[in-house]
C-alpha cells in the first residue's frame, strides 16, 4: 500500500506493472471502519489528560471529517492542548477549524508559490468553480485552443493539473478531475487574490479560449465560459482594491451573449439557470440577458428570505422601448412565466402580469399553462400571480378551473373518508405521538393553489357581471364556498337577486353558512323572511345554526323575537334557538352586545330569559333558574343537542336539579372527544356510576379514561374485568391510566393485564427529530410487576424475549432488572449468556447492570468473572463486570482477582470500581484494592479525601475508554477541574 509520495514513483515510470491491481483511495473508502481506526490510534499517543478530551470529542470528530488528511491535521494541533482558560466546546471548536481550514489553506498556498508563476492555478480554480469538476477529454480540447493564445501555459497546464492530482489537492478517480476538499479550493482562492495582477490576465485569456472551442467541445466551452466569467467576476468584487472589477475581451463577451440568447429561447434548454446566470453575465446589448435582469433582480435570491413584494428594477422610457420593441422578448418572457414563475419561492404579488405588459403583453396563454401545471400542488407563493394573469382568457381558464375542481374533490374526498378516520383515531391516542406531526405537516396546504385559481375565476365572472355563469355552471356545488367568500368580501354591494340565488343554490348543502356571512355582509331588510324559514327550519349543522343566530341578532333582531316566540309549540327548538344564541355573545362586537342581547330577552318568555341570562359565559360561572325556568329545561332535555346539553347541565347543577338524565342525553348524543370527556365528567361530578359506566364504553377515548380513573376509585382491589379489559382499549391515554391505576394497586388478578400491557408498543418518540423509540406504557407495566413478591415463573423467559426484541433501551433494561431480581437461576444464567454474546449490543451491557445489581446471583456466574475476563472484556463491559464481583463474590476472592488486574496497566482503574463498590460493606477490603497501587499514587485517597479527586487520577491507570467508562460509574467521587472563566465570551 502506497501511502505517500506516489507521484515521485509516476514521474520515474516505476511501478506500471502493478497499474492492474491498483486502485486509489478516495475520502469514501475511509468512511467504513478505516477512518475510525487512524483517528483511535492517533487518539491513544496522546497525553492521558488529551486522550479523554480527544474520546469525549470522537463521535462529532468523526462525523466531522471525511479523510485521514484531516485526522493528521486535527490531531497535529489537539497535541498543543487548549489554550488557558480554553472552554472543550471552543477547544473542539478551534481544532475543526483547523483541520477544515487554516491549515488546509496555508499547505495549498505554500504549494502553489513554489509551483505556480505563471497562472496556471487561476485557470484550475476557475474551471472547477465554474463546473465543480472536468474531464480530461476537456481539458485536452481546451489546451489545443488555448495553444493559439497562449502556447506557455498551453503546454504546461496539463502538467501542472498532474502535480497537483498527485500531492492530492486535486483528486481523479478515474478520468474527471475535482478539488479534494473545499479548504483546497479556499485555499486556491487565497493564492489568487494575493497574486491577483497576474492571475487576471490568465482568466482573460482562458475565457477566450474557451469561447473559442470547436466541434462538439463548442457548446461546453461556451457555458464553461460564461459560469467562469460569473464566479471570477463575484470573486474580483471581494478583493480590496480592485476597480474596475473584472471584464473580459469584447469578442469573448459578444460569444457568450450570442450563446445566452439562444439559450433562452430554446425550449429545450434548462431555463431558469440559465435566466440567473444572464443577470450575472449577459451584456446590456443583449436583450434576453435584459428581461433576465428585469425580472430577477427585484427579488432577493439565494436567501431564505425573499421580498414579498416584487417591484423592477429603475429603467428609462427609451429602456423600455427598445425592450419591448424586439419579439426575442415575448418568447423569452413567455417562458420565464411558464416555465420558472410557477416554481419562484419569491413572491411576485398580483401586480406583476400588470407591470410585465409593458415589455411583454398578451401573455395570459403562458399564465394559464403555468396554472396548468400547479393545480395540485400545495403552498405557491406566486399561485395569486399567476391566477390574476391567467384569468385575462376565462374561456381558457375554464379548463384548469375543472382540474381544480378536481384536485379539490379528491381532497375532500379524503378528508371525509381515511382523513377524518385518521384524525379521529389520532384525537383518541390510537396513534404514536410522532404521526400526529406527519399527518398535519403531510397535508399542509393541500388544495391551497387549486383554491387561489376556483377563487379567481370565481371573482373574475363577478367582476365582468357574468354571476348567472357561475349559477348556470354544471359544478356550481364544488364553487358555492367561493361564490360566497367572493361575495362577502367583495367591495360591490351584489344585487339581491344574486344573493337569493346563491341561498337557494347553497341551501342544505356543506357551504351554507358561507353563504348567510356573505347575506350578513350586504344585508337586504327583504331578506328577513329567506333567514325567517331557515331558523324555524331547525337546521342541526352547527356552523349553519352559528351564522344564522349572528346574522339575525345583527341585522334582524326583531324578526328573531318573532321567531323565539312562535317555536312555543316547540318547546326543545326553543331553548335550542335561545342557548345558540346566548352563546353566539363571543362573535359579536362588545360594544352594544348586552344592549341587544337585554333587548330579546325583555320580549321572550321569562323562562327563556332567566334561562338565558343563567348560562356561562367566558370566565363566568352558570348561575342557577328558579323551579318555573327548571322545569322548562327538564321538559326538552329527551331532544336536545349534545351542544346544548354542554350548556345547560351546568345551570341544572346551580340550580340544586338532578342533572342525570341531561348528563346521559348528553353522553348518548355527543361524538366530540373534547365534550365527550366534559360529559364523563359532569357523570364523575355527580356521582352516578351508571352514567360512570356509561362512560366506560363510550366511542371517545377520554370520556372512557375519565370513567375508568372514576371508577377504579369506587372499587377495591381487585378491580372489575369490565376495567382490566381496558388493557387494550386502542386509546394510549386510556391504557396509561389504567396502568397508572394498577401499579399502585398489585393483585394477582391484575397479573394477565399488566402482561399484555408490558409488550405495549405505543411511543411518544419525536419522529420529526429522529429519536429513539419509546414505549413509557410498557415501561410502567414492567414497574408495576416489580411491585409483585411471587410472579408467574414463565414470565421470566417472556421478558427476556422483550428484552432482546423491543426497540426501547429503556424497556429491555426495565424487563432484564425484573428478570434478574424476581426469578430464580435459570433466569439469571440466560442473562450471563447473553453477556457473553460475541456481538456488539448494548443488551450486554444492561443484562450485566441488571446481574451486578440483583439481590443474589448464583456463586457458578460469579466464579466465572475472573481477572482474565476483565482483561478481555471491552471496557463499557468491564467496569459493570467488576461491580457484579465486588457485589456477590466472597470479599477475600474479589481481591484475589483485583491483585491480578493490578499487574495490567491499561485496566488498573478497575482497581477503584472494585475499592468504592466493597467500601460501603468491606471497608477493610476496599482498602487493601487500593493498597494495590503504588505508594503516593493520588487515586489511594479515593475513599479517604474529605472532597472529591480530580479525574486526572485516572490519567495513568489505563486507556480512555475504560477511564471513561471508570468516570461514569464512580459518579461524583471524581470532578472535573473548573475552567477559569476568560475576558470574552
Known sequence: MITSRDDMMQSADVGTGLNHWSIELDGDQYSDGPLIAIHDNRMDQLPADLQAKAFAFRPDALRAFETPLEIDLYFKEMQEGPAEGEADHAFFRRLLEAAHREAVQNEVVKYLSKIDSAGLSAIVWALLAARSQFDRAHLTALQRALRRIAPALADELDKAVDRLVATRHLRQPARTVAFAHPSVKEGFEAFLQANWPRNEGALELLIEALTKLGGSYSEWGLETAARAFQVTKAFSKRIEGIDPPFDIDPDAQAAIDAWLDEGLVDEKSDFSPLLELSTDVGSSESVPSEVARWLLLGVQRGASVFLK????????????????????????????????????????????????????????????????????????????????????DVAAFAPIVEAALDDLTSIRRYSAQEGAEEWRAIQDGERDHAVEEGHQSNHEGDGYTSGVFVDAYIAQLRREGHWRNIAAHPRVDELLYAWARDVATSAERPEIVELRELMRLSQDKPSEHQTWWAARENWYPELAADLRARVLADPTEGQLRSELVRTAVLCAPDMLIEVINALSQRPAAQVRLVVDVWEARGRLSAKGRSAKLKQISNRISPDLGEIAEALSFRKRAAKGVGATALAHIFSTIGNLSASTLKSLVPIIVASGGDAAEAVKRWLIVDDDNDDARAAAEAAVMLGNEPLMELALHHKRADARRVALIALAKAHAAPLPDALLRLATDPGNRVRRALVAILKNRPHPDHLPALRSLIHDTWSDNDGYHHEPESHPIACEAIEALAHYDDLPADLGPELLDLADRTPDREVSQDALILAAHAFGADIRTKLWEMVLMPVSRWIRLDALDALANAEFVEPEIVAQVTAPLLLKLPAVLAVPAAVLLCNHAAPVEAVSVFERVASSNNRRALLLVGAATLAPNHPVEADQILDLMEPGHPARDLLSAPAPLPTSVLNDLGKVRLRRAVRERLGDRLIDPPVAETATT
Open 309 to 392: 413584494k416584487w417591484k423592477p428594477p429603475t429603467y428609462s422610457n427609451e429602456w423600455y422601448d427598445r425592450i419591448a420593441g424586439n419579439p426575442v422578448t415575448a418568447k423569452v418572457a413567455g417562458r420565464f412565466v411558464r416555465d420558472a414563475l410557477p416554481w419562484e419561492r419569491g413572491g411576485f404579488g398580483r401586480g406583476f402580469p400588470e407591470k410585465l405588459d409593458r415589455i411583454a403583453p398578451n401573455l395570459a396563454l403562458a399564465y394559464c399553462e403555468a396554472a396548468r401545471k400547479m393545480v395540485g400542488n400545495g403552498f405557491e407563493s406566486n399561485a395569486d400571480t399567476v391566477a390574476v394573469g391567467a384569468v385575462r
